[in-house]
């Protein structure tokens, strides 16, 4: 028969409560916090076998599992992966909202991270002229040799030419190191390497690509948001909608990010 072993906490107030409330000084914090489990908890059933105690999960083996696995979980691809996405999201946003209107989707299905348009209240989807949509990419790099994709049919119209309203952001660096670079359709295509398979169709390449020429570099907000507007103002009214079905940005609900 299988016996678990079930650990009990004493009543709040007993005599190893508050262990660690009264470190001396130089304790070290974990060292109390394994101490305390150690004594403020017992075991309520006995091992199966007398040998089974040390290799059990006595009180202290949880608390230098549980440490470790916070260790472990910090330093998780996963992990990295999102936290450079919001980083890289978070970023761009806040550039791009100095000028445009910001549209997300309510579920991000095609994978475009913006949909943007100019933020004046002088046009609208009525109009004889209505706002062009630009669709910006974004990616956040750690180091020049984070690999890179964009899906070509981000980067072309229908008829295969360079999309003029697509373009991609990357972010690199934490605080003072902050640095943004933001890359055209033409550019892409003429930088990256197309692989296509099966599964995929994309652009690819390194970051390093990226990071190592100034001339991608945000190094002026204000130009870098005008080339992004001017690009959307040279837009024809009737390919811009083409582009964006293209894309299938009509077929899910988007929202207005407003500062």
């Known amino acids: 028969m299988i016996r678990a072993t079930v650990l009990q906490q004493p009543p709040i107030g ?52 549980a440490f470790a696995d916070s260790r472990a979980v910090t330093n998780t691809p996963w992990l990295k992966s999102m936290e450079h996405g919001a980083l890289g999201e978070a970023r761009a946003k806040a550039f791009l909202m100095n000028r445009f209107w910001v549209l997300e989707r309510s579920v991000d299905v095609h994978g475009a991270d913006f949909i943007v348009q100019l933020n004046s209240l002088r046009v609208n989807v009525l109009d004889s002229k209505p706002p062009r949509f630009g669709v910006i990419q974004v990616k956040f790099v750690q180091d020049g040799n984070t690999n890179m994709s964009v899906p070509v049919r981000y980067t072309q119209d229908e008829a295969g030419n360079p999309a003029g309203e697509f ?22 295509s003429a930088m990256f390497t197309r692989k296509s398979d099966d599964d995929r169709d994309v652009y690819e390449g390194r970051a390093n690509q990226i990071l190592r020429d100034s001339n991608f570099e945000v190094i002026s907000q204000s130009l870098g948001l005008k080339r992004i507007e001017a690009a959307l103002t040279r837009a024809d009214v009737r390919q811009n909608k083409q582009y964006l079905r293209h894309l299938g940005a009509g077929g899910a609900p988007m929202c207005f990010v407003k500062s």
């Open 167 to 188: 373009f991609l952001i990357v972010c690199t660096g934490r605080d003072d190191d902050e640095r943004l670079f933001l890359l055209s359709a033409a550019e892409i």
């Open 14 to 65: 007993g005599p190893h409560s508050s262990a660690i409330g009264h470190l001396g000084p130089g304790v070290n914090t974990r060292d109390a916090f394994v101490a305390e489990l150690s004594t403020g908890w017992q075991d309520t059933h006995a091992p199966v076998h007398p040998g089974d105690r040390p290799g059990g999960f006595t009180a202290p083996r949880l608390a230098e599992t």
